[in-house]
């Protein structure tokens, strides 16, 4: 799981960073220009609107069209290798050396090639929605700050900076998965990468034990399993579905096993050779994990209003806040004794 943890995170910087350089180029393009009238403003903004979208979109060709492309494909071959190869310890445990098939074929190929493609699909995917999102939130908070000045209720900054505010708040947002949840930019990267890979090293094992005559498994357990995959930990699948004692992975699947960020494994099952996992109390550690992940999100929510400010008193106080949430963040960590998780609050830049 460590490849799979590496990749993740390193995905979700990257995107994290993107989002943070869009806002950032945002309102470095809306605070300039003070000493013009307000319609001397308005006019000029909506000019350099193809200037700003210019540079998103090259940013996002040469950072992340080019990552997806270069970084990916191999670390999908690599962990759906490591499955294969986790599958076949599992078998020589049980068998003779000598009779274990470990040939990479075209299924192996296939599989890997589908997996590989539909992770730069999802990725490549969310590329357009963030230019698309940069131009409406640009356009908004140009209209929001005109008018905060024709109504008497404020400055065009302070019109502005409230529309850059909502986006950073939120992210670049709107990504739906397949049960329908929504996702921001950053949680949706490292939710397509973690599930992919993920299950690129799971039929890695699962096809490997079918290409040597096995059919059964049995579901993993874990201390942060979550509510919808806990009555699976321990129970023993069919890969085929041809089983009748036993139910399918198939069906497994349809009941929410291996959903998105899913960290559940399988391995090979042998009446009277192998053992089931016993299944843990989670619970409390789950709900310790979503406190975490709730921590972390608005530590990086901070860090992206740090770089939407467009005056020095809306830095400083997006700068209390995260660190405030830095703070919670510590106390939580010491009060439950869990691993601080350092580079899931970072933004990271793509190389």
């Not at 589908?114 to 940069?134: I, P, S, W």
């Not at 397509?192 to 040597?212: E, H, K, P, V, Y």
Request: aromatic share 8%.
């Amino acid at each position: 799981m460590a490849k799979i943890d590496d990749l993740t995170l390193e995905v979700g910087r990257v995107y994290a960073q993107a989002e943070r350089d869009i806002i950032q180029r945002i309102a470095n393009r809306l605070k300039k220009d003070k000493s013009l009238t307000i319609e001397q403003w308005e006019l000029r903004k909506l000019r350099e609107l193809q200037t700003l979208r210019s540079g998103i979109e090259k940013q996002i060709k040469a950072k992340l069209d080019n990552y997806t492309e270069k970084e990916l494909q191999p670390i999908i071959q690599e962990l759906y290798n490591q499955g294969s190869k986790d599958a076949t310890a599992e078998l020589r445990k049980v068998y003779n050396i000598n009779e274990i098939t470990t040939d990479f074929g075209r299924i192996d190929e296939a599989t890997v090639a589908n997996y590989t493609q539909a992770l730069k699909d999802n990725l490549q995917g969310t590329h357009l929605r963030m230019v698309r999102q940069a131009d409406d939130v640009y356009r908004q908070a140009v209209s929001r700050g005109v008018n905060t000045v024709l109504t008497g209720s404020g400055t065009r900054v302070e019109g502005s900076q409230r529309v850059l505010n909502e986006f950073a708040n939120r992210g670049v947002s709107g990504f739906v998965d397949k049960s329908g949840r929504s996702w921001n930019l950053k949680t949706y990267a490292e939710m397509a990468t973690r599930t992919t890979a993920a299950r690129a090293r799971i039929d890695g094992s699962l096809n490997r034990f079918q290409q040597n005559g096995e059919d059964l498994v049995v579901v993993s357990a874990h201390a942060e399993s979550c509510p919808i995959c806990d009555p699976w930990e321990g129970e023993i699948l069919s890969i085929s579905g041809r089983s009748e004692e036993y139910p399918s992975v198939a069906e497994a699947e349809a009941d929410g096993l291996w959903h998105a960020n899913c960290t559940h494994n399988a391995t090979l099952w042998v009446e009277g050779l192998t053992t089931k996992p016993e299944p843990v109390d989670s619970a409390d550690n789950y709900q310790e994990r979503q406190q975490q992940r709730y921590n972390e999100r608005q530590i990086r929510k901070w860090k992206r209003r740090e770089a939407g400010a467009m005056t020095e008193d809306e830095a400083r106080k997006a700068k209390n806040y995260r660190k405030k949430w830095q703070e919670k963040q510590k106390e939580f960590i010491e009060e439950t004794g869990r691993y601080r998780k350092y580079e899931r609050e970072q933004i990271k830049t793509a190389r």
